[in-house]
């Protein structure tokens, strides 16, 4: 008898639903599209698995130092009040300078300056708030806020100093003036920076 033989009785094996012809059980089933009936093969993943959607990448998080608005905006309310203050005292000081020279008479009369301390000191109050703005501003849109800030307020200073100096008819009012504006530009030029720097917080 060979092991082939269909005259070999059959076995326990037989009894229990082995076959030994393992085409029965590939052509009992579907297959797939694409599948390889040969050992070994899968069909495509794709056919059976929908594709994860795409993530949009994430933007890498900056290590640039962000400011704390609270503590920037009290700062530069500190800067326009100090402003003010200093803007109102030299006025107030080169107006009683002024009248005691226009008293005695001995250096001439003197024009009094162009507006009263008050003037000056609500233009400087302003000036300063518009400097925090700016410096925010820069800080936002600008490598180096710093930088740009001390350029533009610095070349600002120079004009308001220079062109009372230069167009005004009288010396004395000229020269009052550009110390005003000078009181008032200074303090900014400083303050705003050191409280914008002092303001930031890295997260």
């Known amino acids: 008898m060979y092991p082939n033989d269909p005259n070999k009785p059959r076995t326990a094996r037989y009894d229990r639903g082995y076959d030994p012809d393992p085409q029965a059980y590939s052509q009992s089933y579907p297959q797939q599209p694409g599948y ?3 050992y070994g093969q899968q069909p495509p ?3 059976y698995y929908a594709a994860a959607p795409a993530q949009p990448p994430r933007r890498p998080k900056s290590n640039r130092p962000q ?3 609270t503590m920037f905006i009290g700062g530069v309310l500190a ?7 200093a803007a109102w005292l030299v006025a107030w000081l080169i107006r009683l300078v002024i009248e005691r020279v226009n008293e005695t008479g001995k250096l001439g009369v003197w024009n009094p300056m162009a507006n009263d301390e008050y003037w000056f000191a609500v233009v400087a109050f302003l000036c300063a708030l518009f400097a925090g703005a700016l410096w925010y501003v820069l800080q936002l849109a600008t490598p180096s806020p710093n930088q740009f800030f001390s350029w533009i307020v610095g070349l ?5 100093v220079l062109i009372p100096l230069l167009l005004s008819r009288d010396w004395t009012t000229g020269i009052s003036t550009a110390i005003i504006h000078a009181v008032i530009g ?4 400083f ?5 914008g720097t002092k303001s930031m917080e890295r997260r």
């Open 156 to 160: 600002l200073i120079i004009a308001a």
């Open 45 to 47: 993943a794709d056919q």
């Open 67 to 69: 400011v704390n608005p």
């Open 191 to 195: 303050l705003v920076p050191a409280m």
């Open 186 to 189: 200074l303090p900014i030029l």
């Open 79 to 85: 800067t326009a009040i100090v402003t003010g203050l």
């Open 36 to 38: 390889d009936q040969g």
